[in-house]
Nanobody
Framework: VQLQASGGGLVQAGGSLRLSCAGS????????LGWFRHPPGKDREFVAG????????SYADSVKGRFAISRDNAKNTVYLQMNSLKPEDTAVYYC?????????????????WGQGTQVTVSS
């Protein structure tokens, strides 16, 4: 399975970005999907997750109300809509897929990872 993330860039505080992550080599059937980020000088952290089947989403407290995760199973793609961006959202963002339908918040639960896309929010 290969995951290709895109959509990162430089944006001013208060702006928006939409990240996409397309999967190839395997469908996302029965797979939970997630977004993580790696801020400079910090550990990789959970951002958002979405389950397979009955859609359930989960978010880190720091992004609740500002970010939205969604998936298009027909396109084998997961998205992260990021609004009201803050400088502290600056990080490399990674998408991940899990060989299980339930989304989890820790990195070890995910089997496949994208290459990361840089998001920089200027103040």
């Amino acid at each position: 399975v290969q995951l290709q993330a895109s959509g990162g860039g430089l944006v001013q505080a208060g702006g928006s970005l939409r990240l996409s992550c397309a999967g190839s080599g395997r469908t996302f059937s029965n797979s939970a999907l997630g977004w993580f980020r790696h801020p400079p000088g910090k550990d990789r952290e959970f951002v958002a997750g979405i389950s397979w089947g009955p859609l359930r989403t989960s978010y880190a407290d720091s992004v609740k109300g500002r970010f939205a995760i969604s998936r298009d199973n027909a396109k084998n793609t997961v998205y992260l809509q990021m609004n009201s961006l803050k400088p502290e959202d600056t990080a490399v963002y990674y998408c991940a897929a899990r060989l299980s339908p339930s989304a989890m918040t820790y990195t070890m639960a995910y089997n496949y990872w994208g290459q990361g896309t840089q998001v920089t929010v200027s103040s």
